[in-house]
């Protein structure tokens, strides 16, 4: 499989994040790359550095945000940012490089949450 860095999808993500007021996400450790002729059925998928390299190697939280070039890049532009919400939404407030699960105790990540975010963007 190859990767590149995807810079577009960068820029849009750290918009997101200014606009949606989600401040706990550290745009610097967070990367996005597009990947090309991925065998999954995802659009996009969100990696996690997780608590074990950061405890025991030293490294800080990071994120990688991956589109699939071929799902992805087929959507219309208001699609893809409700994909891209949807994986930011998986990052934990306290930015510790775990994954939020889509359903949780106190949280839920499905649909009707990412057209709330959505919707917000284009409030008055």
């Known amino acids: 499989m190859k990767y590149s860095k995807a810079d577009d999808i ?6 997101l ?11 610097e450790n ?17 990696w996690g550095i997780g ?8 490294l800080p939280a990071h994120y990688i945000i991956e589109v699939n070039a071929k799902r ?6 208001k ?5 891209l919400i949807h994986e ?7 930015f510790s490089g775990a994954l939020l699960s889509h359903k949780g105790r106190y949280h839920s990540i499905g649909q009707r949450q990412v057209d709330k975010w959505f919707e917000q963007l284009f409030r008055p």
């Open 88 to 94: 930011l939404m998986h990052i934990p407030k306290t």
């Open 72 to 77: 992805f890049d087929k959507l219309t532009a």
């Open 79 to 83: 699609e893809q940012t409700k994909v």
């Open 51 to 58: 608590k074990i390299f950061t405890q025991v190697i030293g």
């Open 17 to 27: 994040i200014d606009d949606l007021g989600w401040h706990y996400i550290k745009k």
């Open 30 to 46: 967070l990367f996005c790359i597009r990947s090309f002729d991925a065998k999954t059925r995802a659009i996009a998928r969100i």
């Open 10 to 15: 960068k820029a849009r993500i750290d918009s």
